[in-house]
T-cell receptor, first 116, second 115 residues
Framework: EAGVAQSPRYKIIEKRQSVAFWCNPI?????LYWYQQILGQGPKLLIQFQNNGVVDDSQLPKDRFSAERLKGVDSTLKIQPAKLEDSAVYLC??????????????FGPGTRLLVL | AQKITQTQPGMFVQEKEAVTLDCTYDTSDQSYGLFWYKQPSSGEMIFLIYQGSYDEQNATEGRYSLNFQKARKSANLVISASQLGDSAMYFC????????????FGKGNQVVVIP
């Protein structure tokens, strides 16, 4: 079974530029997550999709970050314009959502973003 | 809100020895799960082990075991017979059973296995 795919793996941009990340979840997984991991910290949830609907985007900086999952499969996360503090690893995860009980999330390799 | 605390400094462990990584959590909910993930230098988060709040027995997965002490709100990871490939960051996370199933992570524990 193929895992979560992400691209690009690395990206370097200058501040005020825009950038987009792509994620393809594990086949059949209805729930997709985007996390931001700043150096020295654990991942922090940015947005969660159930199929193509947003479940939780309370921690997404909506003035500059946007995400979509149009057909309920792959997803794109965009930053426009980027700031220096956006330098981080952006992790995508997917899971088979259950109603109550364990829901293991499986992560992709991440995209390392450096904003200069 | 849920909170995970991992405060150990970086650890060096001799190959083939066991290592224990501390994790304490804070939640007012009764139904939750605790996860441990491994993150090598390549960056991917690898799922290791899960413990449900109602599970009476400690979880085990191969060389990984979870020492779950519910009253103390503690979920320590034990890695037995350490291997060089175990060198990585290890993250503890909590997930509520009901709601949006968000994972709340700690800051991680660094482990370096030396030959």
């Amino acid at each position: 079974e193929a895992g979560v795919a992400q691209s690009p793996r690395y990206k370097i941009i200058e501040k005020r530029q825009s950038v987009a990340f792509w994620c393809n979840p594990i086949s059949g997984h209805a729930t997709l997550y985007w996390y931001q991991q700043i150096l020295g910290q654990g991942p922090k949830l940015l947005i969660q999709f159930q199929n193509n609907g947003v479940v939780d985007d309370s921690q997404l900086p909506k003035d500059r970050f946007s995400a979509e999952r149009l057909k309920g499969v792959d997803s794109t996360l965009k930053i426009q314009p980027a700031k220096l503090e956006d330098s981080a690893v952006y992790l995508c995860a997917s899971s088979s959502r259950k109603t109550g009980g364990q829901e293991t999330q499986y992560f992709g390799p991440g995209t390392r973003l450096l904003v200069l | 809100a849920q909170k995970i605390t991992q405060t150990q400094p970086g650890m060096f462990v001799q190959e083939k020895e066991a290592v224990t990584l501390d994790c304490t959590y804070d939640t007012s909910d009764q139904s939750y799960g605790l996860f441990w993930y491994k993150q090598p230098s390549s960056g991917e988060m690898i799922f290791l082990i899960y413990q449900g709040s109602y599970d009476e027995q400690n979880a085990t997965e191969g060389r990984y075991s979870l020492n779950f002490q519910k009253a103390r709100k503690s979920a320590n990871l034990v890695i037995s017979a350490s291997q060089l490939g175990d060198s990585a960051m290890y993250f503890c996370a909590i997930q509520l059973y009901y709601g949006n199933n968000r994972l709340a992570f700690g800051k991680g524990n660094q482990v370096v296995v030396i030959p």
